[in-house]
């Protein structure tokens, strides 16, 4: 089993900015990607950014040139930088690994609630 534990979510001021980190341990194989999710009230779990083993990124297009996805390989750890932060990026984020190369399992933490004020 892996487990991945979230930290850094908070209130914060539009325009602000804060930094998630998400951690894993356990038997853990091999990570192929970690990613952030995010998840409003009454919307669906999307995808925010994703970093891939090779640090190959991609990103949501709302959070693009405000959003940094980055990785510590020796730590198991994916941090998500958030600048310029508005109203509509508030949300319960998750953090989200898939572990293995061929037969792949899925992960997820718990969540951390971010709430961005006007």
């Known amino acids: 089993q892996v487990q991945l534990v979230e930290s850094g979510g908070g209130l914060v001021q539009a325009g602000g900015s804060l930094r998630l980190s998400c951690t894993a341990s356990?038997?853990?194989?091999?990570?192929?990607?970690m990613a952030w999710y995010r998840q409003a009230p009454g919307k669906p779990r999307d995808l925010v950014a994703r970093?891939?083993?090779?640090?190959?990124?991609n990103y949501a297009d709302s959070v693009k040139d405000r959003f940094t996805i980055s990785k510590d390989n020796a730590k198991n750890t994916v941090y998500l930088q958030m600048n310029s932060l508005k109203p509509e990026d508030t949300a319960v984020y998750y953090c989200?690994?898939?572990?293995?190369?061929?037969?792949?399992?899925?992960?997820w933490g718990q969540g951390t609630q971010v709430t961005v004020s006007s």
């Open positions: 989200h690994l898939r572990d293995g190369q061929i037969v792949t399992y899925d992960y």
């Open positions: 356990g038997s853990i194989d091999r990570i192929s990607a």
């Open positions: 970093i891939f083993s090779g640090g190959s990124t």
